[in-house]
Nanobody, 126 residues
Framework: QVQLVDSGGGLVQTGGSLTLSCTVSGLTFSLYAMAWFRKAPGMKRECVARIVGAGRTTYNADSVMCRFTISRDNAKNTVYLQINSLKPEDTAVYYC???????????????????WGQGTQVTVSS
């Protein structure tokens, strides 16, 4: 049984930082590309960053460039999202997702990912 467990969200002030984690079990983690998505109220779920199995970041959304950093530790089956300089518009539920098509440099659509975490809430106060 594949499980993705998101954690690390919380309430932070504008300008603060958070590190989200997603621990994966039930699949060969290093063979999957991983991504972080977020969904704000009234908005579609959007991909903010993607990293392939070898650890190369292949996508960062323009809206989060230079503030969000995705990384992974294949020995720990965990993918991270470091978020700096948080803004109120970053308030959303953040989800990790796994894509077996590890060779794709870019995959930002929801239906391109087979497995999903349960989500972790990030709230940024102004």
């Amino acid at each position: 049984q594949v499980q993705l467990v998101d954690s690390g969200g919380g309430l932070v002030q504008t300008g603060g930082s958070l590190t989200l984690s997603c621990t994966v079990s039930g699949l060969t983690f290093s063979l999957y590309a991983m991504a972080w998505f977020r969904k704000a109220p009234g908005m579609k779920r959007e991909c903010v960053a993607r990293i392939v199995g070898a650890g190369r970041t292949t996508y960062n959304a323009d809206s989060v460039m230079c503030r969000f950093t995705i990384s992974r530790d294949n020995a720990k089956n965990t993918v991270y999202l470091q978020i700096n300089s948080l803004k109120p518009e970053d308030t959303a539920v953040y989800y990790c997702a796994a894509d077996r098509a590890n060779w794709r440099a870019s995959a930002t659509a929801v239906d391109e990912y087979e497995y999903w975490g349960q989500g972790t809430q990030v709230t940024v106060s102004s």
